[in-house]
């Protein structure tokens, strides 16, 4: 399902309505479990992937990293370059569709965060996996996040709302057991204006990760639950992917 993402995730609304959840501490763990999980112990060539507003890749730079970030939305990226330049950081940040990556053995490390894969159909997600591991060098580490599908429906939540001074973002979801998909309806209403829109994300099992990221010739997968470093359990609501090429 292709929809608009600039339109869709106005980043107005989108940082207006995720400041509470995207905090500090939050990214301070995010972090810190990327330097040890990933091995940043080194100045490294970093490509931050659907990198939104820029909050991972200015953290990454400020860390000594020569960072890239990559996204579809315009508006995000005029914010991060506006952070960059406040942290007097510098930052190369590219407006590009993630299925247009194109590189070759260049990047150290490369980042996929907040649940940003998974917007494409099966084809194209895979697509955007195999652009992945081409556009690392040899021994280099690919780390995403997202929703473990084999525990998705036990904390499913057909409807949520967030609410700031009169500004509301309601979700509706469906979710549908044979392709892997959720279908989220969100009608946000801001600034006395309301839009509606609607997007599918594939999640994916464990089991599903290791054989498509195997296929593509990933050496090594590991699962984790929490960016505090538990390791992936029967229970465990998310899952964070380190693989190795």
């Known amino acids: 399902m292709e929809f608009n993402f600039e339109e869709a995730f106005n980043p107005e609304e989108y940082l207006y309505f995720y400041r509470d959840i995207l905090t500090p501490e939050r990214l301070k763990q995010e972090l810190d479990f990327l330097v040890k999980y990933t091995e940043l112990n080194e100045p490294l060539e970093i490509l931050d992937l659907a990198c939104g507003h820029g909050r991972h890749a200015n953290a990454l730079a400020q860390l000594g990293h020569k960072v890239t970030g990559i996204d579809i939305t315009e508006g995000f990226l005029k914010y991060a370059r506006e952070e960059a330049s406040k942290l007097d950081e510098k930052v190369s940040y590219i407006n590009q569709d993630m299925k247009e990556l194109k590189y070759n053995n260049f990047f150290d490390r490369i980042f996929v965060l907040f649940t940003s894969l ?19 060098k040899p021994n280099g580490i690919f780390c995403f996040d997202s929703h473990n599908r084999d525990t998705y429906l036990t904390y499913f939540l057909p ?58 010739g990933f050496s090594s997968i590991t699962f984790f639950e929490n960016w505090e470093g538990k390791l992936l359990g029967q229970d465990s609501k998310r899952m964070i992917v380190v693989a190795k090429k």
């Open 118 to 136: 998974g917007y494409f159909e099966d084809d194209q997600n895979e697509k955007i996996f195999k652009n992945i591991f081409n556009a690392l």
């Open 159 to 216: 409807t949520s709302a967030v609410e700031r001074e009169e500004n509301f973002m309601i979700d509706q979801r469906s979710f549908d057991t044979l392709t892997g998909r959720c279908l989220t309806k969100r009608t946000v209403i801001f600034d006395k204006s309301i839009k509606s829109f609607q997007y599918s994300v594939r999640f994916y099992n464990p089991t599903e990760i290791i054989k498509l990221l195997k296929n593509i």
